[in-house]
T-cell receptor
């Protein structure tokens, strides 16, 4: 079955420290990959996406992610976090092109410690 | 207005009430979606509409009834809901088909409380 796994439900990080949020998916075929962020009482906002090309993708707010096909991973990273990065982060995958249905992970709550 | 707009932002309803959630997208997309977001659970895709036709219904109870009168508007009609239906309901739109597919754009959601 096709699935998206975010193993860390909560990640506390000190302000200005680096962070990595993990995302793995199960599929043997090509996929599209996304990271969304959800601030309190808000909808989801796209951080970045990988469709093809360079495996290192840069997004908004200083975030980047690297697609690793052999490990079926798409981890999100930021070298120095800010208080305003406190939010829930969702990894999402399109497994079937032409369908464009997003399958979401369970989310990771990032808490920045002052 | 731009993007995806959902109204109302908050809704409290009794189990015998009938209410509707509204979603409007100003992006020219051809697909629209309803998602349910409950605490401690992954986002659940409820319904998908492509070109105004429903293409997916993920075993959603009949007390939820979607309507897509055109490619810019999507409704979710609610009746005789249960307390466990309390959640954040998110609408999204995207452009499907063709050589350049886009990501889904989300509205801010309707926080529904069933009492």
């Amino acid at each position: 079955a096709q699935s998206v796994t975010q193993l860390d439900s909560q990640v506390p990080v000190f302000e200005e420290a680096p962070v990595e949020l993990r995302c793995n998916y199960s599929s043997s075929v090509s996929v599209y990959l996304f990271w969304y962020v959800q601030y309190p009482n808000q909808g989801l906002q796209l951080l970045l996406k990988y469709l093809s090309g360079s495996t290192l993708v840069k997004g908004i707010n200083g975030f980047e992610a690297e697609f690793n096909k052999s490990q079926t991973s798409f981890h999100l990273r930021k070298p120095s976090v800010h208080i305003s990065d406190t939010a829930e982060y969702f990894c999402a995958v399109i497994f079937n092109f032409g369908n464009e249905k997003l399958t979401f992970g369970t989310g990771t709550r990032l808490t920045i410690i002052p | 207005e731009t993007g995806v707009t959902q109204t109302p932002r908050h809704l409290v309803m009794g189990m015998t009430n009938k209410k509707s959630l509204k979603c409007e997208q100003h992006l020219g997309h051809n697909a629209m979606y309803w998602y349910k977001q409950s605490a401690k659970k992954p986002l659940e895709l409820m319904f998908v509409y492509n070109f105004k036709e429903q293409t997916e219904n993920n075993s959603v109870p009949s007390r939820f009834s979607p309507e897509c009168p055109n490619s810019s508007h999507l409704f979710l009609h609610l009746h005789t809901l249960q307390p466990e239906d309390s959640a954040l309901y998110l609408c999204a739109s995207s452009q499907v088909g063709g050589s350049m597919n886009t990501e889904a754009f989300f509205g801010q959601g309707t926080r529904l409380t069933v009492v």
